[in-house]
């Protein structure tokens, strides 16, 4: 049974057994509440969190170790001579039996160890899954019966069950947090890889972009070049032009539907508006080089301009349009949440509606208009389909929108692709590029709260 099956089972028998405590807690009283301690519901709730909890404990621990000691005890049974290969290759033998297992494609032809280890493997799985369902079935059994006995008139199961929300929210945060510090350690590890065999200095002050290294010493004409700057400046020349794009239009399309838009115009307004963030990315892209590339290209020719075929004009517009959304749905609701009182206390003082706009309603939704930039700016630093398809992969140093150019992102993208050694300088500056993009996203984090504290103390 798969985990999900399992997972939605558990989410059924937590409904019912909500439905029970709460069932046999008015029993208790002959149906009168008052002589309960709690609302019924938190019975309920509390019935449902010992179903549902222990189970889901298992079920994740189970699928954190199943796979691991199942492994372990069919490599055990292997031959000596498999058993004695070096890591990788036994690692890589056992991936081709668990897949010989489950029916998917092996690297080599199945001899009949490997097929014998795979029947083992299927057996291991059916008793671990059998194992599995059986020690599912009688913890939530358990933990139901051990709720509904505790159920009394002055059984205090509010607090309980608060205290156990309580704790279920601590971890999710904490799991949250332990991710991102997971994700950051992840890459500056491999990033401090890179830079032993990149200096640093290279890497940051580099003015060529060209991770072609050798991979033989007899091999020439790839020593590497590995400087960020014409990936950064590509980056930010693209999300400039962006947000050019995004925020002008963004912003007044949110004072126009907050301010000046009618309730009809806007209940089909806003949605239609919102749907530029519902379209995929690689339709922007084809959108991008399909469309607007070439209408560039023959409007510059036009008028005496040499426009590339993929060029950063081309994929920021692009860019522009599909993170407005971001700017003018976020600003819209700040912008809604500006009390009314300021609105008629600008106007009892022989304000007009539009300074009204530019000089109370702004500047109180600041704190929130410039979060919803901040946010079109990260989307539109990380976004790599558009790039790929509109402004190409050359990693040229200028300032000129009308050439090609490529991103961080893209970049990292176009060295992780396919098989890749991981011991290589190629391969670890995709991890490189990732801690540069990671401290460029974090400044401009740090920013945005400068300001946002700045004003939000002058206008609060």
């Known amino acids: 049974m798969s985990f999900g099956v399992l997972f ?23 149906g009168d509440r008052r002589q309960l301690h709690s609302m019924p519901r938190y019975y309920g709730y509390y019935v449902a969190l010992w179903t549902a909890l ?20 069919v490599a055990a049974d292997l031959p000596a001579a498999i058993r ?6 036994l ?11 489950r029916g998917n494609i092996t690297s080599t032809a199945a001899d009949p160890v490997m097929q014998a280890a795979a029947d083992h493997f299927r057996y291991l799985q059916s008793l671990s899954d059998m194992s599995l369902l059986g020690s599912l079935i ?8 051990l709720a509904v006995r505790q159920i009394n008139p002055d059984f205090r199961s509010r607090p309980r069950v608060e205290a156990s929300m309580r ?13 991102t510090v997971g994700i950051v350690l992840s890459v500056l590890f491999e990033a401090i890889r890179f830079f032993q ?41 693209v999300a400039f032009i962006a947000m050019l794009v995004a925020v002008p239009i963004g912003l007044m399309s949110a004072i126009y539907l907050a301010e000046f838009a009618g309730r009809h115009l806007r209940t089909w307004a806003k949605p239609l508006l919102e749907i530029l963030a519902g379209i995929p990315t690689v339709v922007y892209g084809f959108f991008a080089a399909l469309v607007v590339a070439p209408m560039l290209r023959n409007g510059g020719s036009l008028i005496g301009l040499d426009v590339s075929s993929e060029s950063a004009l081309a994929a920021g517009l692009v860019m522009g349009i599909m993170i407005i959304p971001f700017v003018s749905s976020l600003s819209d609701d700040v912008i809604n949440a500006v009390p009314q009182t300021m609105r008629d206390g600008s106007y009892a003082l022989g304000a007009t509606r539009s300074e009204t706009i530019l000089r109370v309603i702004i500047p109180a939704a600041l704190p929130g208009i410039v979060g919803s930039v901040l946010l079109a700016a990260s989307r539109a630093i990380g976004e790599t389909m558009i790039v790929v398809m509109a402004a190409g992969l050359t990693a040229n140093l200028t300032a000129n929108p ?3 150019v490529t991103t961080i992102t893209v970049q990292i993208v176009t060295l992780l692709v396919g098989d890749q050694e991981f011991d290589s300088p190629k391969t670890l500056a995709a991890f490189a590029l990732g801690l540069a993009l990671f401290i460029v996203t974090l400044l401009l984090n740090v920013l945005a709260l400068h300001v946002v504290r700045k004003y939000r103390e002058e206008y609060e």
Do not use: K
Not at 91 to 101: G, K, T
């Open 402 to 404: 009308l050439e090609s």
């Open 197 to 237: 065999m990149v200096p640093l200095t290279d890497f940051l002050f580099g003015l060529q972009w060209s991770p072609q290294v050798a991979l033989r010493e007899d091999q020439v004409g790839a020593s590497g070049a590995f400087g960020i700057v014409p990936l950064l400046a590509g980056t930010m020349l």
């Open 167 to 179: 704790w279920m929210l601590i971890l999710s945060a904490s799991i949250a947090i332990v991710t």
């Open 54 to 73: 222990p189970a889901v404990f298992l079920l994740l621990l189970w699928q954190l170790l199943d796979q691991g000691l199942i492994a372990e005890m």
């Open 138 to 145: 009688a913890i939530v059994i358990a933990g139901a019966a």
């Open 84 to 89: 004695s290969l070096p890591g990788a290759e």
């Open 91 to 101: 690692h890589l033998y056992l991936n081709d039996v668990i897949n010989l297992a």
């Open 8 to 30: 939605l089972s558990l989410l059924l028998l937590s409904v019912a057994a909500y439905w029970l405590g709460r069932r046999y807690s008015l029993r208790q009283t002959e």
